[in-house]
């Protein structure tokens, strides 16, 4: 299994960007997707959460409002749009999916982390 995340960049703040991640070699569907971030410095925190039917999300409070997560089953890809973008937002973005590894478990796995600059 394998999860390849795209779209990091430099940005000016109130910008925006949208983060994509792909899953690769699963058989089994996958569960839960999320997006986590690691500011320089700092430990990583979960950013935005969605279930595989797309109709749980959760997001931290400090992204609420700006920041939204989506998926693509069809596609196994999760995306995250994220608008006004603040300085505060830049770090590591971190792709993140509970994979089916068999019929009765789920496995977690991390995509490689994409850099978002935010900054004048």
């Known amino acids: 299994v394998q999860l390849q995340a795209s779209g990091g960049g430099s940005v000016q703040p109130g910008g925006s960007l949208r983060l994509s991640c792909v899953v690769s070699?699963?058989?089994?569907?996958?569960?839960?997707m999320a997006w986590y971030r690691q500011p320089p410095g700092k430990s990583r925190t979960m950013v935005a959460a969605i279930t595989r039917d797309s109709a749980t999300t959760n997001y931290a409070d400090a992204v609420k409002g700006r920041f939204t997560i989506s998926r693509d089953n069809a596609k196994n890809a999760v995306y995250l749009q994220m608008e006004s973008l603040k300085p505060e937002d830049t770090a590591v973005y971190y792709c993140?999916?509970?994979?089916?590894?068999?019929?009765?478990?789920?496995?977690?796995?991390w995509g490689q982390g994409t850099l978002v600059t935010v900054s004048s």
């Open positions: 070699g699963t058989e089994f569907g996958i569960e839960v």
């Open positions: 993140y999916a509970n994979v089916g590894v068999s019929a009765q478990s789920v496995r977690g796995y």
